[in-house]
């Protein structure tokens, strides 16, 4: 077992890695990769039970404790994002395909890769948890509901289908796995070491399938989609820490929502978007699963030199 938790630790760490790597054999090899496209909601059900295992009541204390501070980090996330995306597919010109993608990643709540780069940055790494844990719990409602609101001008968008599937693939494994947590604490225990291992394969095996089965379409608009990808995520971090500075957050908290805001659970956008739009629609989400672990570990890096001004 702790052979198996160092290998764990060590591909967690070399996240970003993986995931170019394995991007790129989808690419050069999609045959090979695509066949993992009808395992891509059972992969995300897996990694957000692999979450759940990890949730504690501690989270949520933190929502009590600190609300302001918390509702900053949501708001942010679920206005900066959505509103982001919607004004890059206006200024630049895309399919609507891709541009129903990029919205629907925009409206993705968190991704749990943001609390381990607030913790690479020396942020409020507490705050960073309950930020992402309350934006998974919302996103069935409010995924849903704002996808239809902006992206409807571009594709159809069933938005009670989407909530359903939101509470298969999310709320159903968290749930399952804080019960789990609850009843067998010791086997828990013993078994979190590896959890980075598995959420690394379900993301790289999701990554590469979207890629393998889109790759045309990547010839065609790939560089286009990058820096549509590129732009919304800096501009996420960007101004989710001037949102947090303007309200006068401590530079611990402001690393924490810069991270929050523009980090997103392109998982869950990746698996929408090839369920009910297309494989074309899901390729923002693969780019974005790819460049925000990159990004993200390189201002989380730049944060870290970074101290509160007297």
Known sequence: MKALA???????????????????????????????????????????????????????????????????????????????????????????????????VGCCPGGTSSNVM?????????????????????????????????????????????????????LVPLALGALLQKLLPGVVKTAVPALPLVSVIGIVLIVSAVVGASKASIVQSG???FAVVVLHNGLGYLLGFFAAKVTGLSLAKRKAIAIEVGMQNSGLGAALATAYFSPLAAVPSAIFSVWHNISGALLANWFAGRKEEA
């Open 118 to 170: 607030t913790y690479l940055s020396k942020g409020d790494v507490a705050l960073s948890v309950a930020c992402t844990s309350v934006t998974t719990l919302a996103a069935p409602l409010i995924t849903p509901f704002l996808v239809w609101l902006f992206a409807s001008q571009y594709l159809p968008v069933d938005g009670w289908a989407m909530f359903l599937s939101i509470v298969k693939v999310v």
């Open 6 to 104: 160092s290998v764990s630790a060590f591909v967690g760490k070399t996240f970003a890695g993986w995931v170019i790597l394995f991007a790129v054999l989808g690419f050069f090899f999609p045959d090979t990769f695509k066949q993992f496209g009808p395992w891509i909601v059972t992969l995300l059900a897996i990694i957000m039970f692999g979450m759940g295992l990890t949730l504690s009541v501690e989270d949520f204390r933190e929502v009590v404790k600190r609300p302001f501070d918390v509702a900053i980090g949501v708001l942010g996330q679920f206005l900066i994002m959505p509103l982001l995306a919607v004004l890059l597919t206006r200024i630049i010109p895309m399919p609507p395909e891709v541009a129903a993608g990029v919205i629907l």
């Open 223 to 225: 560089l286009m989609i």
